[in-house]
């Protein structure tokens, strides 16, 4: 069964400064990967995703995100933070890409420092 | 656009009764809808995949008992939480995708969030 692990709990950065969240995924097929971002009280925002194709792919508000088949991983980064981007940020995997079902991680929780 | 809508956005429900949440999508035909739990402190998990005119699908450790659902048409489905318990709080999510087609995008709704008390 597929996983998806998010080893930091909570990642503290200062405004300006880069940024990368950590994801690794349990998967032995073709993965298709995402990522989410929970703004404060609110449902989940669709960040970017991962098709099999190019293992760089650019989201939006400057995300980017790296596939790394050999690492097993779909690392999440940003050059420069800024203060809206205080949120939990959630990397899930699914099995095909034609369902509904999502597999998430536990969530990173992203401070922004003034 | 398209966008996803879930009534009610916040309830409160008193231990052992029941409450029922809705999922409205907007501008896409929402062939297939997840549901989804966030419980306190947790991550998001998947409660049960409904795809119009074929069987809902309920993953381990959720029923149709417990939560049935329907999902009459291309645009509209509810979930109802029966008999709610304090394990039961947390924020539920509706996932709806235009399915039938590949890499088509999952839309989520803002959650509707239950309190038991």
């Known amino acids: 069964a597929q996983s998806v692990t998010q080893p930091d709990a909570r990642v503290t950065v200062s405004e300006g400064a880069s940024l990368q969240l950590r994801c690794k995924y349990s998967y032995f097929g073709t993965p298709y990967l995402f990522w989410y971002v929970q703004y404060p009280r609110q449902g989940l925002q669709l960040l970017l995703k991962y098709y099999p194709g190019d293992p760089v792919v650019q989201g939006v508000n400057g995300f980017e995100a790296e596939f790394s088949k050999s690492n097993s991983s779909f690392h999440l980064r940003k050059a420069s933070v800024h203060w809206s981007d205080w949120a939990v940020y959630f990397c899930?995997?699914?099995?095909?890409?034609?369902?509904?079902?999502?597999?998430f991680g536990t969530g990173t929780r992203l401070q922004v420092l003034p | 656009g398209a966008l996803v809508y879930q009534y009610p956005r916040r309830t409160i429900c008193k231990s052992g009764t029941s409450m029922r949440m809705e999922c409205q999508a907007v501008g896409f035909q929402a062939t297939s809808v997840a549901w989804y739990r966030q419980s306190p402190q947790k991550t998001f998990e998947l409660i049960a995949l409904?795809?119009?005119?074929?069987?809902?699908?309920?993953e381990q450790n959720f029923t149709q008992e417990k939560f049935p659902i329907s999902h009459p048409n291309l645009s509209f489905s509810s979930m109802t939480v029966l008999n709610a318990y304090l394990e039961d709080r947390g924020l539920y999510l509706c996932g709806a995708r235009a399915g039938g087609r590949n890499y088509a995008e999952q839309f989520f709704g803002p959650g509707t969030r239950l309190t038991v008390l």
């Open positions: 899930a995997v699914s099995m095909t890409s034609n369902t509904n079902k999502v597999v």
């Open positions: 409904s795809t119009v005119n074929s069987a809902i699908k309920y």
